[in-house]
């Protein structure tokens, strides 16, 4: 039962999360709250590990989620309800929209589906920084920053900036940040 139930629940988000990884975010936060799966502090554990393994990034979260939920089985269901929306819809379009390649009906659709593509990025990587940036304060549900992972965040932005350290390659970012963050505890 709990294969079929993570197959529906991600099914609805591989529907409605047009924009890649990153536009999973905001809907598998609301997964998280209805459905009691993980926290917010595993949905971050889960950005981290996706981040930084290969594959796309709503493909490993969807693995992360069914096999916390279901083991093997349950991370086959998720994986599979995330990629069949799309696989449908390409091989609908497809045939449909060489007929309609040059409609300017069509093309407003997709020029209208930007907009709402860059708010679900956009929301969830405010969500990741909150997440990073931010801790929970008690009971109230305050927020309180997390000055080591600020100033780390900071010290990255500045290194960005100097010409030869802009030039590393992102795995040396990545292995400095895992370090770092296994150091401070983050």
Known sequence: MICLRLFLEFFKIGLFSVGGGLATIPFLQALGARTGWFSAADLADMIAVAESTPGAMGVNMSVYVGYACGGVPGSAASVLGLICPSVI???????????????????????????????LVTSAGLSVAMAALFRQAGEAGGYAPCWPAILIAAAVFVCLRLPKL?????????????????????
Do not use: D, T, W
């Open 89 to 119: 819809l390409v091989l609908l379009i497809a045939g449909v929209l060489k007929h309609f390649q040059e409609n300017r009906v069509v093309n407003g659709v997709f020029f209208g589906l930007r907009p709402a593509s860059a708010a």
């Open 166 to 186: 802009k030039n590393l390659h992102p795995v040396v970012y990545i292995g400095l940040a895992a370090v770092i963050g296994a150091v401070f505890q983050l």
